[in-house]
Nanobody
Framework: QFQLVESGGGLVQAGGSLRLTCAASGRTSSNYALGWFRQIPGKEREFVAVISWSGRTYYGDSVKGLFTISRVNAKNTVYLQMNSLKPEDTAVYYC?????????????????WGQGIQVTVSS
């Protein structure tokens, strides 16, 4: 069974940084693209970033230049470094896995999802 577990969330002041970690386990494949989405209650899930097995990346417009996605294939782990955080970055952040890398913001290609982790940015 494919599992994704997020960690590293919490409360941070505006302008601060956080690094989220997502560990994949179970029937994993290093060829999976790994991505991050976020969601605020009452709103649609928003694409944040995705990285392919080879390191190709694609970012949502709202986080370009502020967030960095990376991965360590040997550890089946993906990271999201979030800098210059703003109150509007407050959301539940989800890790997701797709068989194919897409330069696309749609959640449809992602087959596996983590439970999500809260990130709160105070003003």
């Amino acid at each position: 069974q494919f599992q994704l577990v997020e960690s590293g969330g919490g409360l941070v002041q505006a302008g601060g940084s956080l690094r989220l970690t997502c560990a994949a386990s179970g029937r994993t494949s290093s060829n999976y693209a790994l991505g991050w989405f976020r969601q605020i209650p009452g709103k649609e899930r928003e694409f944040v970033a995705v990285i392919s097995w080879s390191g190709r990346t694609y970012y949502g417009d709202s986080v370009k230049g502020l967030f960095t996605i990376s991965r360590v294939n040997a550890k089946n782990t993906v990271y999201l470094q979030m800098n210059s955080l703003k109150p509007e970055d407050t959301a539940v952040y989800y890790c997701a896995a797709a068989r194919v890398f897409y330069s696309d913001s749609r959640p449809d290609p992602y087959e596996h999802w983590g439970q999500g982790i809260q990130v709160t940015v105070s003003s």
